[in-house]
């Protein structure tokens, strides 16, 4: 499976929200994966309940217990769909895996220039 970094974006907006169930027109597998890499990620805290499934164990399901202080971070750097657009066409233009650490550097660095730091 992919990491989709649209869902990844919807999901923490959403937790920021307390709003933990499903965005609605997505499969519940794929949102259970992502929210696998956002506790990974050490952007969110919650447990991640696994089945069993040909050849492996996937996740399932999730309690949503609290977004961390880097969650808020994240959040507070993407909320806005113009500067979300622009990070995502400047990887793309650069060809370059975008990871979290990545994007927020990216956009840490936007803003200390923005603020003529």
């Known amino acids: 499976m992919t ?3 649209d869902l990844i ?7 920021v929200q307390d709003k933990p169930d499903c965005p609605e027109g997505y499969d519940k597998l794929i949102v259970a ?8 990620a050490g952007l969110i805290e919650a447990q991640v309940i696994k089945a069993p499934s040909p050849g492996k164990i996937k996740p399932v399901e ?3 217990q609290r977004v961390t202080w880097d969650g808020h971070d994240f ?13 995502k066409d ?23 220039a923005n603020l003529g730091l």
Not at 9 to 15: A, C, I, N, S, W
Not at 90 to 112: C, G, N, P, Y
């Open 75 to 87: 959040v507070s750097h993407v909320t806005e769909d113009t500067v979300w657009n622009r990070t």
């Open 62 to 64: 999730w309690i949503f």
């Open 3 to 5: 990491r989709d970094m």
């Open 90 to 112: 400047h990887f793309r233009k650069q060809s370059v895996a975008w990871t979290i650490d990545l994007i927020m550097e990216f956009l840490k660095a936007r803003a200390r």
């Open 33 to 40: 994966y992502h929210v696998q890499l956002l506790v990974e």
């Open 9 to 15: 974006r919807l999901l923490m907006q959403r937790f």
